[in-house]
């Protein structure tokens, strides 16, 4: 039985109003969007903790807030935009805090936060999936068998992923490799006709 994060990626995106009613709503659409996946707990708990921030700690309280999430082989890639505003410095103190949590879980450097050029506010993260190694980037994939619609509607998402990965992420190579793979059969496609 393969899963979500097995397979091709998958994309989940919704739009929540800006209320603590709607972080439960969250968690049960991640858990189904990502149910049979090897690290779907790990995922609700990040897009949870992620949506109650948008929630408490920024200007989409009481407006709204999207969350996105893309398995792909490999990996989760979580996101949730809210529409910015200050980021509320905390206390000192001995406790552990939500992105205390979100930084244990994914590991250092798979997490960060972007402001869009309309100061919304982008907090990333990417989970990697246990037992299932990043693709080696030096290795070319075989796309000579995919009908060209579907070489090009990789190719959209391999984009879409790709912009999404921040600068210097090592998920960079592996799309470039594959975009690259894709490229060059379609213009090989291209001269044969």
Same mark, same amino acid.
């Given at each position: 039985?393969?899963?979500?994060?097995?397979?091709?990626?998958?994309?989940?995106?919704?739009?929540?109003?800006?209320?603590?009613?709607?972080?439960?709503?969250?968690?049960?659409?991640?858990?189904?969007?990502?149910?049979?996946? *090897?690290?779907?707990? #790990?995922?609700?708990?990040?897009?949870?903790?992620?949506?109650?921030?948008?929630?408490?700690?920024? &200007?989409?309280?009481?407006?709204?807030?999207? !969350?996105?999430?893309?398995?792909?082989?490999?990996?989760?890639?979580?996101?949730?935009?809210?529409?910015?505003?200050?980021?509320?410095?905390?206390?000192?103190? #001995?406790?552990?805090?939500?992105? #205390?949590?979100?930084?244990?879980?994914?590991? *250092?450097?798979?997490?960060?936060?972007?402001?869009?050029?309309?100061?919304?506010?982008?907090?990333? !993260?990417?989970?990697?999936? *246990?037992?299932? *190694?990043?693709?080696?980037?030096?290795?070319?994939?075989?796309?000579?068998?995919?009908?060209?619609?579907?070489?090009?509607? $990789?190719?959209?998402?391999? $984009? &879409?992923?790709?912009?999404?990965?921040?600068?210097?992420?090592? !998920?960079?190579?592996?799309?470039?490799?594959?975009?690259?793979?894709?490229?060059?059969?379609?213009?090989?496609?291209?001269?044969?006709?």
């Amino acid at each position: 039985m393969s899963s979500p994060a097995t397979e091709a990626a998958t994309r989940y995106q919704r739009t929540f109003h800006g209320r603590a009613d709607q972080v439960g709503q969250v968690r049960r659409d991640m858990a189904r969007h990502l149910a049979g996946c *090897p690290a779907a707990d #790990d995922a609700v708990l990040i897009a949870s903790e992620l949506a109650a921030n948008s929630v408490l700690h920024s &200007a989409s309280a009481g407006e709204f807030f999207t !969350v996105r999430c893309d398995a792909h082989p490999g990996y989760i890639w979580i996101e949730v935009e809210d529409l910015g505003g200050p980021w509320q410095l905390r206390q000192p103190d #001995d406790r552990p805090h939500g992105l #205390d949590l979100i930084g244990a879980l994914a590991g *250092p450097g798979n997490w960060g936060a972007d402001t869009t050029s309309d100061g919304d506010r982008i907090v990333w !993260v990417r989970l990697d999936l *246990p037992g299932e *190694p990043m693709p080696d980037p030096g290795r070319v994939p075989d796309v000579t068998r995919l009908a060209s619609g579907e070489l090009e509607r $990789a190719r959209r998402e391999l $984009a &879409a992923s790709l912009a999404l990965a921040r600068p210097g992420s090592p !998920v960079r190579g592996p799309i470039l490799a594959h975009m690259t793979a894709i490229d060059a059969e379609l213009a090989g496609r291209d001269r044969q006709l």
